[in-house]
């Protein structure tokens, strides 16, 4: 079984959908298979197995094993979904859960602070710093476990001073 500290939040329950216990689900990932059937998610520290799933526009429209109406499924309204790490890594590009807290310094060896979280943005992914700085992920030259090496344009951080 694995610990909750080694779990990473895939997704967020909505609102409960007709009167057979469909919820709505927002994926942080671009990973369906969280959301397919046989798939194991945690929430409130319960295991739910996807019976059934369909997109809906940005969303998934889920139903759970064992939740059998609506009344049951609105207990589980506002629920962060988490979920074991997948074993294989991406393609291209990096976790988010593995950005958090990586030191990031540019390529002349200054270092502009830690990455607080990673904001979803149409042109690029943003990475927030601690201090409020926003760098796009296009100015990632490398990355190493728990250290982000940019080339930021200049003038990038002048803002913030």
């Known amino acids: 079984m694995t610990s909750e500290a080694a779990l990473l939040e895939v997704g967020r329950i909505g609102r409960a959908h007709g009167v057979r216990g469909d919820l709505y689900i927002s994926l942080l990932t ?3 298979e969280r959301v397919a059937a046989g798939a194991r998610l945690q ?4 295991w739910l197995t996807v019976e059934s ?3 809906v526009g940005a969303r ?12 049951a ?12 790490a997948l074993a294989e890594l991406p393609a291209e590009g990096w976790y988010v859960h593995d950005l958090i807290g990586a030191t990031v ?5 200054i270092e502009h602070g830690s990455v607080v979280s990673v904001v979803a943005n149409p042109a690029h992914d943003l990475l927030e ?16 476990p728990g250290r982000i090496t ?9 803002l913030l001073d």
């Not at 499924?73 to 074991?84: D, F, G, P, R, S």
């Not at 940019?150 to 002048?158: K, V």
């Open 129 to 144: 710093l601690e201090g409020g700085a926003l760098v796009p992920i296009v100015f990632v030259t490398e990355f190493l």
């Open 150 to 158: 940019i080339d930021p344009p200049e003038g990038l951080f002048d």
């Open 105 to 109: 310094v540019d390529t002349a060896g």
């Open 60 to 71: 998934w429209l889920v139903h759970f094993v064992g939740i059998a109406d609506r009344t």
């Open 73 to 84: 499924a609105e207990a589980w309204v506002n629920t962060a979904l988490l979920a074991e």
């Open 43 to 46: 929430a409130k520290g319960k």
């Open 30 to 32: 671009d990973r369906v």
């Open 53 to 55: 799933s369909r997109p």
